[in-house]
């Protein structure tokens, strides 16, 4: 079968079992994610053994480090994996929820959340995000294909079998969960197509995927994340607090979109700074690269060039400018910027508000590390990524916004 085909037939399979789940209660949606936590639960040394399979792929082919850690899965990752599933069923059911007005005629008009119907997911080797992607999509009554990574293709078999197979058991058809085991680049291109299969894609991944999707897809997309994110160190700014801080946003996990990848800092305070990032970005081998006043102060530094400011290295990398005021900070930030997530370390109320209300980005930070831009950490249980466009919905993507709405009108007769 050619891989069109194969894409369609598997897309048709997800909308027709998607109207049963569509109408499936929460404690019947609930019931299916507690038992796909137990099912990967009981099915880790398989699902780990899949793994190994992939990274030793993986290394011979020459992944990097960095982006074999968003590969690798251990008993920890798995345990989170399914804590995540655990907490989703704790959240509130947004199907069904909304509001209800009654217009001087009479009729009764309720705005309802209803599930998307098909999600179309495209995403590169990080196999958490296939059990996320289900799991939301599931909780909120949508069907979802899977289009994964090929370095990841042998867990991503092992996690859908194990969830399809938990699905079975508490009665939901295991088809609202499909996965694309064939890994022809085609592939892609044929879900971007399938226009009345799917009723939105939603890619995951670096700039060059999320590109690809957005200029070939002729069903509607919600642009997600990649993220060249900065961190502005203020003159008020507290040193101590801004070194530890943006070792955190830059070392802490460097292949992630949430990492920061420029840091901007004040002239008044770079010869102080400075210094004090550097001695702590030593045990982390972070290379800087730096405008002219940095490798002034750093030595060391690498010379930065222009296309360092665009640039989201996912790796141990960061490019650094000194600046001589917020506006400068904020220009910079809002000409290199993805829209993902941006932070100020100060002491200045007027200075950290200017900073929010002007940087545009999903999610802007004062004195705090980007690296908590998370559908977890914002309290949603899991994502299916963080949108950096402005319609439908921008941010950690939690269970909202994988529904849309329906109005629901009741007469007595009323004509116009």
């Known amino acids: 079968m050619d891989i069109n085909n194969y894409i369609r037939e598997l897309c048709a399979a997800a909308r027709r079992a998607a109207p049963s789940l569509a109408s499936a209660s929460t404690a019947k949606k609930n019931a299916a994610l507690a038992a796909m936590a137990e099912g990967l639960t009981a099915d880790c040394a398989s699902i780990l053994e899949a793994n190994a399979a992939d990274l030793a792929a993986a290394a011979g082919n020459g992944v990097p480090k960095t982006m074999l850690d968003r590969l690798r899965l251990d008993e920890g990752r798995i345990r989170g994996i399914c804590d995540a599933l655990r907490e989703l069923c704790a959240l509130a059911d947004p199907i069904g929820s909304g509001e209800r007005w009654v217009r001087p005629n009479g009729l009764c008009i309720n705005c309802v959340c209803v599930p998307m119907g098909v999600v179309g997911m495209i995403y590169e080797a990080r196999?958490?995000?296939?059990?996320?992607a289900a799991a939301l999509c599931l909780k909120t009554g949508n069907a979802v294909v899977l289009r994964g990574g090929k370095e990841a293709i042998a867990t991503n078999r092992a996690l859908v079998a194990s969830m399809k197979k938990s699905l079975a058991a508490v009665g939901i058809d295991p088809d609202v969960i499909a996965l694309v085991e064939r890994t022809e680049r085609e592939g892609v291109s044929a879900m971007l197509t399938a226009r009345g299969l799917l009723d939105v894609v939603i890619p995951r991944g670096g700039a060059g995927l999320i590109r690809t999707v957005v200029e070939n897809a002729r069903v509607p997309v919600i642009e997600t994340g990649a993220g060249n994110c900065h961190l502005y160190v203020d003159e008020s700014a507290d040193l101590d607090m801004a070194v530890k801080v943006a070792i955190n946003a830059k070392a802490s996990r460097?292949?992630?979109c949430n990492a920061v990848e420029t840091m901007l800092v004040h002239g008044a305070v770079a010869e102080q700074f400075l210094p004090a990032f550097a001695r702590a970005a030593e045990a982390y081998h972070i290379e800087l690269r730096g405008c002219p006043r940095t490798c002034a102060v750093l030595p060391e530094a690498v010379p930065a060039e222009e296309s360092d400011w665009a640039t989201e290295y996912n790796d141990y990398i960061l490019a650094v400018r000194v600046v001589d005021t917020l506006d400068e900070a904020i220009a910079h930030i809002n000409r290199y910027n993805t829209g993902h997530s941006e932070a100020i370390m100060t002491a200045s109320r007027a200075a950290a508000a200017?900073?929010?209300?002007?940087?545009?980005?999903?999610?802007?930070?004062?004195?705090?590390?980007t690296r908590f831009t998370d559908g977890g950490e914002f309290?949603?249980?899991?994502?299916?990524?963080?949108?950096?466009?402005k319609l439908h919905a921008r941010g950690p993507m939690g269970l909202r916004a994988l529904t849309t709405q329906k109005y629901l009108i009741e007469g007595d007769g009323q004509v116009r």
Do not use: K, L
């Open 379 to 389: 309290g949603f249980g899991a994502e299916i990524g963080i949108s950096t466009q």
């Open 254 to 256: 460097p292949s992630v």
């Open 127 to 132: 196999p958490n995000v296939t059990v996320d």
């Open 354 to 369: 200017r900073f929010q209300a002007e940087v545009d980005a999903a999610a802007v930070y004062v004195n705090a590390s």
